[in-house]
């Protein structure tokens, strides 16, 4: 009556459980590379822009204040300053915010909060849908409608601008914001709402003093993340920014926010000109980081 | 009994003549029917939870609601401040008559959810302070004065029972609270509002036995004040705290009587079983 060792436990499994055993950790293996395979292009692509982007502040003697701080975009002449650009794309993202946020909270309250469930069902899926429609199309569609409509009424030479944009991002924010508060605000306990509507006090008055202050963070997060879709498109902004290389003082001002800037410009960028543009992309995928490290301390906050 | 109530009218008409024993009793209020219920009938869609029911509570009482799962006493409870409105498919007939106002042709649900205060199974404090949870009703009618709304917390919190443990810690979260503490929170909540009656919905079910005799002590004071309906699954509770007891079974009221009587002479059968525990 001895105790089996560990050995002689392995020898005991036959034949077929061998297989299974071997099988089992082929996958999990599997799994795990498909899992690094993330990770490393992550890697690679950041590894790649800051290698390329870094370059000529590091080898090539130009001082990276005065690519952040210089108004003067001029490859052919060595002027690399890309201060308009970054202004313009943080107008454009607060400017979208000020119009996405709202009506995006509206929607997503209605959505939790009012509507029949009859209602949600229609509405919620055609937002969702919004979020898959390609975002060259958001742009044509900026182009053909919004643009000739502020032509037209505000008797602008041009209409692709700032304001443009703005409008433009703003719906492409919409399915962000009001799927994540959605989700953020049906999370908000029934008993909450029971609490206070028991104290006698209104739907509407429920909703913004107990059920949106309960889903705070979740609404941040939609926030943060509705900013990041702004900040880094492209496709859209191209059609409607106007492309001019200056410091946007009017919402009427044609501008061209980072993104465009690399996108217009990397088909036939060479030489210092093609590292400036991944210097570009340097500052836009900063401000993307700022953004996600910012989420993270929203939802670790939630957490508690 | 007949012989009782007549000379209780003599009394009155006594008390009448020298003109002041009406407002007195008035004032008092104890006895009189605070809420009227009507052949009530309840229905989920097309399924009916609640069959005729018809029981007079009892001004500055504490009434006990009694029955097994699912008969239908939570559901009763929820239609005296219509908390039921919250769920679509509930029907309701019959008449239900609070303050000498019928509640359901009445369209002011507000007004009548601050003259019927809730206090519900788990304690549902906000993720707020523990000032801000009490303050939250009063701030509601528009009351914005701090003074104001300090001396309601505080009176709140004192007519609860809680004032002294809480006192120091008025700014700090409601969650922070033990289970035991945030139902009397909770109850301070609802006795903010200065309603006329309090609704309870198994309020120490969640609670260890401590705690539960905390809230049984705090009610028993509480019917100086207010009138209660309480729903509990616990029978020595209804026992302990209660001045009447309905017992409910299927839907429909069985019996509805003095506590003592239901739990030493119970005339229906069915609730001679219940109150013994042969079952439910």
Redesign the interface.
């Known amino acids: 009556m001895s105790i089996p060792t560990e050995n002689k436990q392995t020898e005991n499994i036959g034949k077929a459980n061998k297989r299974k055993y071997f099988l089992e950790s082929v996958s999990s293996k599997l799994f795990m590379i498909c899992a690094l395979l993330s990770v490393i292009t992550l890697v690679l692509i950041i590894g790649f822009v800051f290698y390329k982007g870094s370059h000529p502040f590091v080898v090539g003697g130009y001082s990276f204040i005065d690519f952040l701080f210089g108004t003067d975009w001029v490859p052919s002449e060595d002027k690399f300053g890309i201060f308009p650009m970054i202004i313009a794309s943080i107008y454009a993202t607060i400017g979208a915010l000020i119009i996405g946020v709202p009506i995006g909270l509206f929607t997503a309250i209605f959505l939790a909060e009012i509507a029949s469930t009859r209602v949600a069902k229609i509405i919620s899926p055609a937002i969702q849908l919004l979020a898959g429609i390609p975002s060259v199309l958001y742009g044509v569609f900026g182009l053909a409608i919004i643009v000739p409509f502020l032509q037209n009424t505000f008797g602008l030479a041009k209409g692709q601008s700032l304001i443009a944009v703005i409008l433009v991002l703003a719906i492409m924010m919409l399915p962000t914001i009001v799927t994540v508060a959605e989700t953020a605000i049906r999370a908000v306990p029934q008993s909450y709402r029971e609490g206070s509507l028991a104290l006698g006090v209104s739907h509407i008055g429920t909703i913004f003093r107990v059920i949106v202050p309960a889903a705070k963070s979740g609404i941040m997060t939609a926030v943060v993340l509705g900013l990041g879709r702004a900040i880094g498109e492209t496709m859209a902004v191209i059609l409607v920014a106007g492309n001019s290389l200056i410091v946007p003082t009017s919402l009427t001002d044609s501008i061209r926010p980072l993104t465009t800037n690399i996108a217009l410009e990397m088909g036939y960028a060479a030489g210092t000109h093609q590292e400036m543009l991944f210097a570009t992309g340097i500052v836009l995928f900063s401000f993307i980081l700022i953004l996600n490290f910012v989420l993270a301390k929203i939802s670790a906050k939630g957490g508690n | 009994m007949n012989r009782a109530l007549k000379e209780h009218t003599k009394e009155l008409v006594k008390q009448n003549e020298t003109g002041k024993g009406i407002s007195e009793m008035a004032q008092r209020g104890k006895g009189n029917a605070k809420i009227k219920v009507k052949d009530l009938n309840l229905f989920y869609g097309e399924k009916q939870a609640l069959f005729g029911v018809s029981l007079d509570i009892n001004e500055k009482e504490v009434t006990a609601l009694i029955g097994p799962s699912g008969c239908g006493k939570s559901t009763f409870l929820r239609t005296l ?1 219509r ?1 039921n409105d ?1 769920i ?1 498919s509930v029907k309701i007939t019959g008449d239900i008559i609070i303050n000498d106002e019928n509640i359901y042709t009445s369209s002011d649900v ?6 019927v ?2 206090v ?1 199974q ?1 304690p ?5 302070s523990i000032y801000d949870n009490v303050a ?2 009063p701030r ?2 528009g009351i914005k004065n701090k003074k104001e709304l300090d001396k309601i917390v505080e009176e709140s919190l004192r007519g609860a029972a809680i004032w002294d443990e809480v006192k120091d810690r008025l700014k700090t979260s409601a969650l922070g609270l033990s289970g035991g503490q945030q139902q009397r929170v ?1 109850i301070a ?2 006795i903010a ?1 200065k309603p006329d009656v309090i609704l309870m919905d198994e309020p120490t079910s969640a609670l260890d036995p401590i705690s539960t005799l905390k809230v049984e002590e705090l009610i028993t004071q509480m019917k100086e004040d207010f009138t209660i309906v309480i729903v509990t699954h616990n029978m020595q509770q209804a026992a302990r705290i209660s001045d009447k007891t309905a017992f409910f079974l299927n839907g429909e009221v069985v019996e509805y009587d003095e506590t003592d009587n239901i739990f030493s002479t119970p005339k229906d059968q069915r609730t001679e079983d219940y109150v013994t525990g042969r079952f439910g």
Do not use: H, S, V
Not at chain 2, 110 to 115: D, E
Not at chain 2, 124 to 128: I, S
């Open positions: 401040n908390m919250l679509d507000i007004k009548l959810r601050t003259k205060g809730m519900f788990k549902n404090l906000f993720p707020m939250y009703g509601g009618q909770c909540r609802a509002m």
